[in-house]
Nanobody, 122 residues
Framework: QVQLVESGGGLVQAGGSLRLSCAAS????????MGWFRQAPGKEREFVAT???????YYADSVKGRFTISRDNAKNTVYLQMNSLKPEDTAVYYC????????????????WGQGTQVTVSS
């Protein structure tokens, strides 16, 4: 069982930056792929970024070049650095975990955090 706790959300002006963190419990964090997803009001959950257990990354086109996913296995934590934020980035951001290989599909993840709100004002 893996428990995930997100933090770092908040209110920021367009063009600003935020760094989200997701702390994971358990001893096998290094063998998990981690993903970030988001859900805006009235919209379906969408993929943002993912990082495999060996560090490979993949991004949604909408965030490529602005967001960076990284992991620190010593701290059991995955990060999402978000730069050049836009109002359309406003959403609840969730981290998720699955074994080994990364995926852009949410239904392939086994564990989810409770989410953290990101609001970008124009």
């Amino acid at each position: 069982q893996v428990q995930l706790v997100e933090s770092g959300g908040g209110l920021v002006q367009a063009g600003g930056s935020l760094r989200l963190s997701c702390a994971a419990s358990g001893r096998t964090f290094s063998t998990y792929a981690m993903g970030w997803f988001r859900q805006a009001p009235g919209k379906e959950r969408e993929f943002v970024a993912t990082i495999g257990w060996r560090g490979s990354t993949y991004y949604a086109d909408s965030v490529k070049g602005r967001f960076t996913i990284s992991r620190d296995n010593a701290k059991n934590t995955v990060y999402l650095q978000m730069n050049s934020l836009k109002p359309e980035d406003t959403a609840v951001y969730y981290c998720a975990a699955r074994s080994y290989s990364y995926s852009q599909f949410g239904d392939r993840y086994d564990y989810w955090g409770q989410g953290t709100q990101v609001t970008v004002s124009s």
